[in-house]
């Protein structure tokens, strides 16, 4: 990278969150146990960030179905917050129901 003049951006790290509290926790019902036996049965969250246009970031939660590795619903949200994964699972009741 020296040789033709690229050096890499180097981010500072960044000082102003705080860790806070969990307003939301659960039981660990699935005990590393990752296989399903039918769909449904047992749904995981994800949440990660996109950049798009002038150094924006957008957040997508999605749940995803271990039976089938299928995406149940996403949400797509410019603020990462507890909302934005509420969200996610009210609509994925929603489809399911």
Do not use: C
Request: net charge positive; charged share 30%.
């Amino acid at each position: 990278m020296r040789i033709m003049n690229l050096y890499p951006e180097i981010r500072k790290k960044r000082s102003d969150w705080v860790r806070t509290v969990p307003e939301h926790t659960f039981e660990n019902v699935i005990s590393r146990d990752f296989v399903a036996s039918k769909p449904n049965k047992k749904w995981f969250t994800d949440v990660s960030y996109l950049f798009y246009g002038n150094h924006q970031k957008a957040y997508i939660s999605a749940i995803i179905d271990r039976y089938d590795l299928s995406i149940v619903s996403y949400v797509i949200s410019t603020k990462n917050d507890n909302k934005l994964v509420m969200d996610t699972v009210k609509k994925s009741l929603r489809i399911k129901s």
